[in-house]
């Protein structure tokens, strides 16, 4: 019986590139979730004076799909500007790659989802948001389904760690109150997702994460 997927799939499956993590990123983002089957975590070095994309790596849990997809979306989008990177699709990593299996298609559209996230973080840490939308309750706790629980796989919202959250717009402070001890041995790693999640809107000064037993 054939494979599903075409040879250019599987060559960026079994030898991906741009595999790995860089080490202070200057934008990074996780999107997905293992316990849903796939995820991919996007990191980037920006040159600041032509905005361009110097370096892109990609970590992936998932099928042959979502490695290849993470793969050839590496591809596509060194060398770009963040401009010429955003406006790349699902269906251009999808071509590249000569299709995918129509069950498959979500594998593209989660790489792109990742490279976009990433990009997005990386404006907000510099301050290159055009259109500033004041934070609200809601968008921090958008933010906060994109923080897995990692006994679970499963987001933070989904699997009711998060008991409060208070966002005051006067004075920047986004606290958000976890039913978790602080001993336990994931907090800190949690902690820093938070953090890192919540920390770039362009209003909020403090990120206060506590827990409780």
Request: charged share 30%; glycine share 6%; proline share 5%.
């Amino acid at each position: 019986m054939p494979l599903p997927y075409s040879e250019i799939v599987m060559e960026h499956f079994k030898r991906p590139h741009n595999v790995g993590r860089i080490e202070e990123p200057d934008g990074k983002a996780t999107e997905g979730s293992p316990a849903c089957g796939d995820m991919v975590s996007v990191y980037l070095k920006i040159d600041e004076a032509t905005q361009r994309i110097d370096d892109i790596k990609f970590e992936s849990y998932g099928c042959a799909s979502n490695i290849a997809t993470g793969s050839i979306i590496t591809e596509l989008a060194k060398g770009k500007t963040l401009e010429e990177a955003k406006t790349l699709t699902w269906r251009d990593a999808s071509d590249a790659l000569g299709g995918l299996p129509a069950i498959k298609a979500h594998c593209s559209v989660l790489a792109i989802d990742g490279l976009r996230s990433a990009i997005e973080n990386y404006e907000e840490r510099h301050g290159l948001i055009k259109e500033r939308i004041p934070t609200t309750e809601e968008i921090i706790r958008k933010r906060l389904k994109r923080v897995m629980n990692p006994v679970v796989g499963l987001d933070i919202v989904r699997t009711n760690l998060v008991q409060e959250v208070d966002w005051n717009p006067e004075s920047g402070v986004a606290r958000i109150v976890m039913d978790l001890p602080a001993g336990h041995q994931f907090a800190n790693n949690i902690k820093d997702e938070i953090v890192d999640k919540i920390e770039p809107l362009w209003d909020v000064n403090q990120v206060i994460v506590e827990f409780v037993e």
